[in-house]
């Protein structure tokens, strides 16, 4: 039985590197999700804008999307 435990047991940090594979294919679908919105609403273009008006903005953004 011990010859067994021992082909099957692997080196602790390869749990590790598996871990950050499934944590770096997380963080990319998340950013390739999120892509439309970030190209939707990008901050910069309403930077001559006042924040009340940028805030309007969302919020009507967010009553659209609320009445869907």
Excluded: C, H
């Excluded at 010859?3 to 950050?20: C, F, K, R, T």
């Excluded at 950013?31 to 990008?42: E, P, S, V």
């Excluded at 910069?44 to 009507?60: A, G, P, V």
């Amino acid at each position: 039985m011990n010859w067994i435990q021992e082909d099957v047991m692997v080196n602790p940090s390869w749990y590790v590197v598996a871990w950050l594979v499934v944590a770096a294919a997380a963080a990319w679908k998340f950013w390739r999700i999120t892509g439309a919105y970030r190209k939707n609403i990008d901050i910069s273009t309403y930077e001559s804008q006042s924040l009340s008006s940028f805030k309007d903005r969302l919020e009507r953004s967010w009553q659209r999307d609320k009445a869907r």
